[in-house]
């Protein structure tokens, strides 16, 4: 059985630091492209960031751009997504997914909350 | 960025009869390479999001055949044949031809 396990999130105040970690077991990540979609709660999806298969190329939504880091480490099958400088407009549940390549997955997310 | 426009909000549906979501895309949704990227994912209450069709009308595996997507260049379908009980939820189209992908607002599926 395919499960990716997002993990890290939490309550942060403006401004603060938080890691999180997407470990996929059933699956070799390294095969994928992954993204990092994030979720207002009762609201829509948004596209966050994606990182190719080696790691070598990344890509930002403008709202994150300079502020988040996607990486993987496929040896350890796991996607990470470093927040920095969060905001209290950065809280949502964060998913993690394969959703553009053949194989769609998705993680359960894992919840955010930026506030003082 | 590409903006994607869903049509209608709400959809209130009898169980049995068919439904239909429409998604309009700000640009050509066609790649260089002849491709059209454009996605639908469907959320259940509570649940993580879960793609049906990608590149505009091939179903993912386990995708019941009574959903099917249709459309070309700006203007894309979604159609339930038949709306069963577990197709209540939000569906999302989203376009992965430009950078950044987007999705569209969302359309909520609910049973009358």
């Known amino acids: 059985e395919v499960q990716l396990v997002e993990s890290g999130g939490g309550l942060v105040q403006p401004g603060g630091s938080l890691r999180l970690s997407c470990a996929a077991s059933?699956?070799?990540?390294?095969?994928?492209?992954m993204h990092w979609v994030r979720q207002v709660p009762g609201k829509g999806l948004v596209w966050v960031s994606r990182i190719n298969i080696d790691g070598s190329s990344t890509m930002y939504a403008d709202a994150v751009k300079g502020r988040f880091t996607i990486s993987r480490d496929n040896a350890k099958n796991t996607l990470y997504l470093q927040m920095n400088s969060l905001r209290v407009e950065d809280t949502a549940v964060y998913y993690c997914?394969?959703?553009?390549?053949?194989?769609?997955?998705w993680g359960q997310g894992t919840l955010v909350t930026v506030s003082s | 960025e590409v903006v994607m426009t869903q049509s209608p909000l709400s959809l209130p549906v009898t169980l049995g009869q068919p439904a239909s979501i429409s998604c309009r895309s700000s640009q050509s949704l066609v790649y260089s390479d002849g491709n059209t990227y454009l996605n639908w994912f469907q959320q259940r209450p509570g649940q993580s999001p879960r793609r049906l069709v990608y590149q505009v009308s091939n179903r993912d595996s386990g995708v019941p055949d009574r959903f099917s997507g249709s459309g070309s260049g700006t203007d894309f379908t979604l159609k339930i044949s038949r709306v069963e009980a577990e197709d209540v939820g939000i569906y999302y189209c989203?376009?992965?031809?430009?950078?950044?992908?987007?999705f569209g607002g969302g359309t909520k599926v609910e049973i009358k």
């Open positions: 989203m376009q992965a031809t430009h950078w950044p992908l987007t």
């Open positions: 997914t394969s959703m553009t390549t053949l194989h769609d997955y």
């Open positions: 059933g699956i070799t990540l390294s095969r994928y492209w």
